[in-house]
């Protein structure tokens, strides 16, 4: 509605696949290995990967052209390890996102999610992306600047603007929380920004290709 657009809900697979995910623990030392999107968060540890069981299931083709015919790809807001990623981890469609001449960009949650993504910072998500998917994958990182709601939400810690200058991304900073509800982002604050970040970069391509022209 906030973008006068329709759209159509597209699988990533058809096949019957598994979340696993590895846990470092403290005690004893090692890895826990916990299998279900649901059992992950409830396990408390952290999380040092996930993958797909099957590893070799098939990208759904319709996913697939979609993704090729896109002129931007949005990843998120939502679960990083087991909504965004999950999806992700199918291999046709992972590189269908990695080939497309689609502007692609990341938008990293507001707030951490208990037992996935907590104590992480915006630089983290960047981490986990890269680790699971590969450097390139979204040039683009769209996060909240902390600027309104930091420290309203009372159960929930926000993500911080904070991450390493080599990320191999660019990160836009905005102002995109929900001032009624502090953890989630303002869906027409979240939307505009994402409009206004292809409409500038389409014009910065444009200008750079009449310069080389």
Known sequence: ???????????????????VADLRRAAPS?????????????????????????ENARAYPGAVRAILNADLIVAGPGSLFTSILPNLLVEGIRQAVATST????????????????DGF??????????????????PYVLADDGSACSGMAQTLKMVAPTYPANTGYRV???????????????AARLANEIMSFY??????????????E
Do not use: M
């Open 102 to 117: 689609a502007l692609r960009l990341y938008v990293c949650n507001v707030a951490t999610q208990p037992g996935e993504t």
């Open 172 to 186: 836009v900073e905005a102002d995109l929380c929900d001032r009624a509800v502090p953890w989630r982002h303002d």
């Open 199 to 212: 409409h500038s970069q389409r014009t910065e391509i444009s200008a750079n290709k009449e310069v080389k």
């Open 30 to 54: 090692g890895l826990l290995r916990v299998q279900g999107e649901s059992s992950i968060p409830k396990a408390g540890q952290p999380i040092d990967r996930v993958f797909l069981r099957p």
């Open 1 to 19: 509605r906030v973008l006068a657009i329709r759209g159509r809900i597209l699988p990533s697979t058809l096949d019957n696949v598994t979340l």
């Open 121 to 138: 910072d915006v630089g983290d998500h960047v981490s986990a992306l890269q680790q699971h998917l590969g450097r390139d994958i979204f």
